[in-house]
């Protein structure tokens, strides 16, 4: 006697990554077999799926003697179609044609912690990872300076990013934060709490500054590295005799947020050093640090010493805050597969070292325990990390975009000015050598007079 085509299957204990299939009543005896296939989009791609007797998936038809299966290798916030064939045996003989389906959608996972990034005064950016949530998913961020979350609360509409910039905050403030997500079908999951963060007074304190004895061309060129805020408005260059008496600086003129130097044609005064600092001021009117901010002099005098007295520098000879050429991300190692919660393979171990801190294309960081071989790592936890993932192994070579007069360059990582044969070596004409590589966050800029 033929078997029924399998009616409509029920769905039940819907999580983010497994649910029950359970057969419908269609009159096939117990000796029946069935095949539980499922239809699902990720991204773009329509993919078909089979169920193992453990509920993994296999690309090919797979015939059980079981009526319920438990699925468990299914993605957070996904729509899938569920439909039930039977066979008189495991290897599909007289199988009839797939039943009518049944339609669920996972849940979404809940968002797993990452810390806060572009802390400023008045904003800060509140980060979570997806915790293989689907790109569809939908994040809402709460925040408030009540670690309760009774008052002064404020609600982030839905964005299906992985980060959210907290705007109009007040600066000296705590806040608190925490995110949930919801699927398709907008059910909501717990929150998770991302903790809480401190806006600081105003902007950070300018690094790099700079100033150049223009001689012949009468004055002094002040240069700085640009603040990492991207609320500035101005910054305000200040001038004093005294480089310990921080009342005796005064203003002497500003530039828009877009401009890092300032000239300052100050009259020949014999005997009197001048010393600078600059400060940054953004859109709510707070200052960085006056008193903070190291004061600079004019350091021409062991920049310029291979050329005879009296020297002329011509402004166009100057380059300031130059990106180098150089790959930061350096060379990529591809993930290839993640054993376990500490374990990885990936596609060379070549210059790793126990102890070094890596970060991912995907901004995900790790440390490594041990290299066990030649592909073979242990790293303190592979959470947030996926196959195919580049690690950024660093670079340290970089190239000028004009040759330089080697006592003349000046390299600054994150707004600190490195030494030289400390920090970095010099390859004349055009090229110099890290020490150490930067972080793939890390800004490089140099300055220096071009032949």
């Known amino acids: 006697m033929p078997l029924n085509i399998p009616t409509t299957p029920s769905i039940s204990g819907v999580t983010p990554t497994q649910a029950l299939i359970t057969a419908g009543a269609d009159g096939n005896p117990s000796s029946t077999y069935y095949c539980f296939q499922l239809t699902y989009t990720i991204g773009l791609a329509a993919q078909t799926n089979y169920l193992n007797s453990d509920g993994s998936f296999s690309s090919v038809p797979v015939w059980l003697n079981v009526t319920s299966l438990l699925a468990t290798a299914l993605v957070p916030n996904v729509l899938y179609s569920v439909r039930l064939s039977a066979a008189t045996d495991a290897i599909g003989t007289t199988a009839t044609g797939y039943g009518a389906p049944a339609t669920f959608t996972t849940a979404a996972s809940q968002p797993l912690y990452h810390p806060y990034s572009g802390v400023y005064a008045t904003m800060v950016t509140a980060n979570w990872q997806a915790n293989f949530n689907s790109d569809e998913?939908?994040?809402?961020?709460?925040?408030?300076?009540?670690?309760?979350?009774?008052?002064?609360?404020?609600?982030?509409?839905?964005?299906?990013?992985?980060?959210?910039?907290?705007?109009?905050?007040?600066?000296?403030?705590?806040?608190?934060?925490?995110?949930?997500?919801?699927?398709?079908v907008l059910a909501v999951t717990p929150f998770t709490s991302l903790g809480s963060v401190t806006t600081p007074m105003g902007p950070s304190v300018v690094q790099g500054i700079r100033s150049t004895n223009l001689l012949a061309n009468r004055g002094f060129i002040i240069q700085w590295a640009a603040n990492t805020e991207p609320n500035i408005s101005v910054y305000r260059v200040y001038r004093s005799s005294s480089p310990t008496d921080n009342s005796s600086f005064y203003m002497i003129g500003t530039t828009p947020n877009n401009v890092t130097s300032f000239i300052d044609n100050v009259p020949y005064t014999f005997g009197i050093t001048w010393y600078y600092k600059v400060t940054a001021l953004d859109t709510g009117n707070n200052e960085s640090s006056l008193d903070l901010t190291n004061p600079v002099q004019d350091m021409t005098f062991s920049q310029f010493v291979e050329q005879p007295f009296p020297t002329q520098v011509e402004v166009n000879d100057l380059v300031n805050n130059e990106i180098p050429s150089g790959s930061i991300n350096g060379v990529m190692t591809f993930i290839t597969a993640i054993t376990d919660a500490t374990h990885l393979?990936?596609?060379?171990?070549?210059?790793?070292?126990?102890?070094?801190?890596?970060?991912?294309?995907?901004?995900?960081?790790?440390?490594?325990?041990?290299?066990?071989?030649?592909?073979?790592?242990?790293?303190?936890?592979?959470?947030?990390?996926?196959?195919?993932?580049?690690?950024?192994?660093?670079?340290?070579?970089?190239?000028?975009?004009?040759?330089?007069?080697?006592?003349?360059?000046?390299?600054?990582?994150?707004?600190?000015k490195l030494m030289r044969g400390v920090d970095f070596t010099l390859n004349i004409p055009q090229q110099f050598t890290l020490v150490a590589p930067p972080l793939v966050t890390d800004y490089l800029r140099v300055d220096y007079l071009k032949y």
Not at 154 to 164: G, R
Not at 350 to 356: D, I, T
Not at 392 to 399: E, H, L, P, R, S
């Open 345 to 416: 393979v990936v596609s060379s171990t070549s210059g790793f070292a126990v102890g070094l801190v890596l970060n991912t294309t995907a901004d995900v960081s790790f440390m490594i325990v041990t290299v066990t071989d030649a592909t073979h790592l242990v790293v303190s936890s592979t959470v947030g990390l996926s196959v195919s993932d580049s690690i950024i192994q660093g670079n340290t070579v970089f190239v000028t975009a004009n040759p330089f007069k080697g006592s003349t360059l000046n390299i600054y990582l994150n707004g600190a």
């Open 137 to 184: 998913t939908q994040y809402s961020v709460v925040y408030s300076t009540d670690p309760s979350y009774i008052f002064n609360v404020t609600t982030s509409p839905w964005i299906t990013d992985t980060s959210y910039v907290i705007p109009n905050l007040l600066p000296n403030t705590v806040y608190y934060s925490k995110v949930q997500a919801r699927n398709s």
